[in-house]
Structure formats: structure tokens, C-alpha cells
């Protein structure tokens, strides 16, 4: 039998599903976590089975979860996070009944107005790795507007806005059945960083609110065949789908941050 080895502590508590590995490095960094009856430090290292850890004053489980990803099509109206008094279903309503006694979180979230494509998983390592800026995870959104937007301002999404401090910005806009007028509502829209509500943001400061937005593809990985409010189980095959990029036709009315002859991101 191989010998255990000490883990990072973020890494034991993504795997024993309290969270993702960056909200455990919060978790720890704001005093929530204890072992063995000592304030944890960041970069700390742990035996599991041995120490003994409490996250907010609740022992964690020694035992890891078994390795679950589910792809849900998330509707409007359910919100991506584990607990919330304001809004009594959440999209982990969407998971199979059988997977209730396991604790998933959210590997990229969407917000309460927005569809499309969620990753659900209870390995850790997955999460990090799909939610790592450094991994460039492209996710693919089909965004409608209020009114027409014209291509003479796709440059300016991509080279972004400052807004209190950050840019936002995404790494291709294009039109999507422009008319005479080089204008339309509906654009594709690819990025792969995604702060929080950033294409509504993005949008609604060069003055064109957003109507719906769908996100309709990860990686290699589509919605399409996944119902609303239902989900899939993915194979090995699929999680690694979702970290291959393929290539993207060029659109007549389109703006890039690479160039549109750029090889396939693995």
C-alpha cells in the first residue's frame, strides 16, 4: 500500500467538496479554517485521516467524494451558487437525484439572468483548472441586444473599457446576421477570463443593454442535446473537450483579439 503524502490544504478541502480550491484559499486567508484546533496558513500541508480540519466551526469529511462533472443547461432565474436565502432553487436543482448527497460546486458561474452551458463537478482539481485564467478556457456566448450594434464598434469590445480599475474586454465579438445597415442585435461573443456579469457590463457602458445572453459552448463542449433544465454525465472524453478550442469560421462582420488564421488552443 503506497504511503500517504501531505496535501495542501486548499487541495484536501476542493476534494472533500466544501469548495473550489480558491475559495478555500480565501476561506484560509480570512481565518475560517482551523487544524487540529490551530488557525490554517496558506500554503499549509496535511495528512488526511490524520488532521483534523474544521471549516466555520464544522469538521470536514476525511473521505473524498468520488469524481462527478455534470453539464447542465441552466435556465434564467436559478442562481449558480450553493446557498442562497433569497432564492430558494439554485441550479444544483438540476443535478440527478442521485447525486444529492454529494456537495458540487460551480466550475464558472452564470448570473440569475443569464442561459446556457454550466459545468457542475465535484473534483477539485477540475474546477481549478477550468476556473486558472492561465489554462485560457474559451466559453462561447450568443448575446442579444436591445438594439442593432454596429460593426464599426466591434474593435472596442475587444480592446475593452476601464471600469473602476479593470478592463473589460472579450477576445472575439462578431455579428450575427448583420443587415444592409453592417448592424445587428445578436452577436457571438468569445472570452475566456469572465468576471462577474462582464459582457452585460461590457455592453451596457457603450450603451447597448443586453436583452438575453446564452452561453452555448465551453471549449469543444455545447449545449446542443442538453435540455433545458436537464443535464449530461461526462466521460473523460467530454471533461476533455472542454479545454480544446477549435477553430472558429471567420464572420464578415467580426473583431478579434488573434488573428483569424491562429492555429486550434489545445
Known sequence: MAKAEPIRLQKFLADAGVCSRRAAEALIAQGHVRVN????????????????????????????????????????????????????ETVFALLPREFARFRFFCAGRLDLDSEGLVILTTDGDLAHRLMHPSKVVVKRYHVVLKRPFPASRLVQLVRGVMIEGERLRVERAALINAGADEAATDLDVHMHHGKKREIRQLFTTLGFDVKRLRRYQIGALQVKGIPLRAGKVLSTKDIDSLFRNPRTPRAPFEASARPAHSADEN
Open 37 to 88: 484546533a490551530t488557525g490554517a496558513t496558506l500554503g499549509q500541508k496535511i495528512m488526511a485521516g490524520v488532521d483534523h480540519v474544521v471549516v466555520n466551526g464544522k469538521a470536514v469529511r476525511t473521505t473524498p467524494q468520488p469524481k462527478i462533472t455534470v453539464a447542465v443547461h441552466k435556465p434564467r432565474g436559478l442562481l449558480c451558487s450553493n446557498d442562497d436565502p433569497h432564492h430558494a
